[in-house]
């Protein structure tokens, strides 16, 4: 299992800064949250960098530039129902995702993370479930001749792994994966113990935070929630692939707490936590 955090813990830093911290810290990866539009942008969203200075930021650190994490979705109806056919982009959301997909490539970039998300309760969940599995076909295709893998994560209708693996094995695509957000997961009602074993072998993420009981963020291992279990519950199922750290400080600015005592913990309490697991199943 390797280490990573999301940039949503540090929204005024630099990418210099970011990739300098991570490595200084021990972090062997960074998820950085993007977006298309530049009024949204953090001062380390790659889409303002050019991706020559991403690879050379990162590569010059030693850490990975993992994902870029936006906000890409499939949901959006098309209205009318016939003429919108016609007159609307029944694409929704395949270009965006290809902007992403083409700066990754270009900046040595592995993943890109999408989501589904919600379907509509006034269309028949058939309908809707085919609009998406369509259009994320359509994206996952877009990584075709790059090293670049599509993410899809759990979210909104498809919060628990079940409904995300019928979506992923209905594009049954070598070009997406699974990126498996454990607060999402709680909050749609699933335990992510069971989660991670449903998606196993299509998980390529994990993303984790704490939270206390009214659900404020708390530095890891802090809160309510079990996270060492499900550490060890991914090194049961032989997990190799990437866990991310997530303090919400982008969405949450009132946030006092110390952006690098929070990372450095997480980090520290990860390596603990990803040692002792692998230990008890030598």
Not at 78 to 88: K, M, N
Not at 111 to 138: D, I, M, N, Q
Request: one cysteine or more.
């Amino acid at each position: 299992m390797k280490i990573a955090f999301s940039t949503l813990a540090c929204p005024e830093w630099t990418l210099e800064q970011v990739a300098e911290r991570a490595a200084s810290m021990g972090y062997l990866g960074v998820d950085m949250r993007s977006f298309l539009s530049v009024q949204e942008r953090m001062p380390n969203d790659p889409m303002s960098h050019e991706p020559e200075a991403i690879d050379s930021i990162f590569d010059n650190a030693g850490v990975i530039p993992l994902c870029l994490s936006t906000g890409v979705k499939f949901d959006k109806p098309i209205e009318p129902p016939l003429l919108g056919r016609i007159f609307v982009n029944e694409e929704a959301g395949v270009g965006e995702a290809k902007q992403f997909v083409d700066l990754a490539d270009r900046a040595g970039v592995k993943f890109v993370r999408v989501y589904g998300c919600h379907l509509p309760a006034a269309e028949p969940k058939t309908w809707s479930t085919r609009r998406v599995t369509e259009r994320l076909t359509l994206a996952s295709q877009t990584c075709r001749n790059t090293d670049v893998r599509l993410l899809i994560e759990n979210a909104g209708s498809f919060a628990r792994a079940t409904d995300l693996l019928e979506l992923i094995e209905r594009v049954d695509s070598q070009w997406l994966g699974a990126s498996y957000n454990m607060l999402a997961a709680v909050n749609g009602g699933e335990c992510p113990v069971d989660g991670v074993r449903v998606l196993r072998d299509h998980l390529k993420v994990v993303r984790i935070s704490d939270t206390d009981d009214d659900g404020n963020p708390v530095m890891l291992g802090k809160g309510c929630f079990p996270i060492a279990k499900l550490i060890e519950t991914l090194a049961e199922i032989d997990y190799d692939g990437w866990i991310v750290y997530e303090y919400p400080k982008l969405w949450q600015p009132d946030l006092d707490t110390d952006t690098d005592a929070v990372l450095q913990h997480a980090c520290d309490t990860l390596y603990d936590w990803v040692r002792s697991a692998q230990a008890a199943g030598v």
